[in-house]
C-alpha cells in the first residue's frame, strides 16, 4: 500500500452491495423468515443501486428471487461456498490509495474463534479471481490483523469510530498489545490518522463483543448518532450511558464537540427465553436512501424520524428485520457496501 490511502464513508456513491444468500447449509434458526428478509433487503437496495449477492448455487438463487418479482437483471451473481451470511463482516474493505483502488483483505475468524470461518475468510480472494471487481481494481491480501467491517466506522476523512472491546479482544489480535499498536495498522491499511475509541457500549444479546455498527454511527463528519438507554432498570443501562460519556468527550479533528443525537432502543425482544440485539443503529446508507431495519415497536417511529432529520435529501425505508435478530444481527450486518467504480457489471 502506498501513502495518500482514503477509507471512503458509507454515504459516498456506491456501486453495489453485497449480500450472501442465507441456505440450508447456513446457521439460521428459520430459514425461510429470513430468505423472506432477504428478498425485502435486496427488493429495497434495487430500487437504488445495483446488488452484488453470493451464494452457494446461483440458478437456484436467481430463479427463488425472480419468483419473488424480484428484478434479477440488476443483479451481480458470484456462486461460491459460505459458512455463514454476514457480508459486513467477512467482507472486503475498500479503500482510495492515491489515484488507486485497492480492496483490502482482512483476517476474519468468526468473530473471536466464536463460528466457524474458513470458508468466508476466503470469498473476498474467490470474487477477485472469478472477476468481480474491475480490472484496475487492485487486492490487497494477507491484511496481517482481524478486522471485521461492522466494528468501525468512518467519517471518510481519515478518522474511524470502534469499541476498545472488540478490537482488542485476544481472540481477534493477540499480538496487538493495546490501542496504539492497533492504530499503527489501521493507519497502514487503511489511512486512518484518528481514531475514536469507544471504552464501554454493548447490547444484551450481542455476540460481537461490542460491534460500532450497533451502539454509534458517523451522520456526516461531525454529528453521531448513537444508542441511548432510557429504562433504568435495563441491563444495557449502564453501559449504554457509559458510553454516552465516552461520545461526549470525544472531539472532530477542528477540536469540538461532535453533535450527538439519540436513537431509541427497542423495547427487549426474546427467543427462547434469549434476548436478542435489536438496534436502530444498524441502518444501512445506499444512493439516495437510508435504509432503517424495523422491529414492529412504536420505537420504530422515533428512530425513522430522527435518521430521516440526519440525511436530508435522502428517503427513509424502514424494512422488517426482526428475523435476522434470530441469527444475532440486523440491516447492516449482513451487507457490505463497494464505492462507485469497483464492481465489474459486465459479467453480469
Known amino acids: 500500500m502506498k501513502k495518500l490511502i482514503r477509507l471512503p464513508a458509507e454515504w459516498e456513491e456506491q456501486d453495489a452491495v453485497q449480500l450472501i444468500w442465507p441456505d440450508e447449509q447456513t446457521p439460521w434458526y428459520d430459514l425461510p ?144 498489545l493495546n490501542k496504539r499498536e492497533v492504530g499503527r495498522f489501521l493507519n497502514l491499511w487503511l489511512g486512518i490518522g484518528r481514531r475514536l475509541w469507544l471504552d464501554h ?34 441491563p444495557s443501562f449502564k453501559e449504554l450511558q457509559a458510553m454516552e460519556a465516552d461520545l461526549k468527550r470525544l472531539r472532530t479533528a477542528a477540536k469540538t464537540s461532535y453533535q450527538l443525537v439519540p436513537l431509541p432502543l427497542p423495547e427487549p ?23 432503517m431495519p424495523g422491529y414492529g415497536q412504536p420505537s420504530d417511529a422515533v428512530a425513522a424520524g430522527t435518521l430521516t432529520e440526519q440525511f436530508p435529501g435522502r428517503k427513509l425505508e424502514v424494512i422488517d428485520c426482526r428475523p435476522l435478530l434470530s441469527g444475532h444481527g440486523s440491516l447492516h450486518c449482513v451487507t457490505m457496501n463497494y464505492p462507485k467504480g469497483w464492481i465489474n457489471f459486465d459479467r453480469k
Open 201 to 234: 457500549g454493548g447490547i444484551i444479546g450481542d455476540d460481537t463483543d461490542g460491534h460500532v455498527d450497533t451502539l454509534a454511527r458517523f451522520c456526516s463528519p461531525d454529528t453521531i448518532v448513537y444508542v441511548k438507554c432510557g429504562d433504568p432498570s435495563d
Open 33 to 176: 423468515s429470513v430468505q423472506a428478509c432477504y428478498v425485502r433487503i435486496i427488493s429495497t437496495i434495487l430500487k437504488y443501486e445495483n446488488v452484488l449477492l453470493v451464494c452457494r448455487n446461483v440458478e437456484s438463487v436467481r430463479k427463488h428471487l425472480a419468483s419473488e418479482g424480484v428484478d434479477v437483471g440488476n443483479i451481480v451473481f458470484f456462486e461460491c461456498p459460505m459458512n455463514d451470511t454476514w457480508a459486513r463482516d467477512s467482507g472486503a474493505i475498500s479503500v482510495y490509495a492515491g489515484s488507486n483502488k485497492h480492496i483490502v483483505d482482512f483476517i476474519f475468524n468468526g468473530w473471536g474463534l466464536k463460528f466457524a470461518s474458513d470458508l468466508d475468510n476466503q470469498i473476498n480472494r474467490k470474487m477477485y479471481r472469478g472477476g468481480v471487481f474491475r480490472p484496475e481494481v487492485i487486492y490487497d491480501p494477507g491484511a496481517p490483523i482481524v478486522l471485521e467491517g461492522g466494528s468501525f466506522d468512518t467519517d471518510g476523512q481519515g478518522c474511524i469510530m470502534l469499541t476498545s472491546s472488540c478490537q482488542l479482544s485476544l481472540n481477534r489480535n493477540e499480538c496487538l
Open 269 to 291: 425482544t426474546f427467543l427462547d427465553g434469549y434476548r436478542l440485539p435489536a438496534t436502530y443503529a444498524n441502518f444501512l446508507i445506499v444512493n439516495g436512501a437510508v435504509l
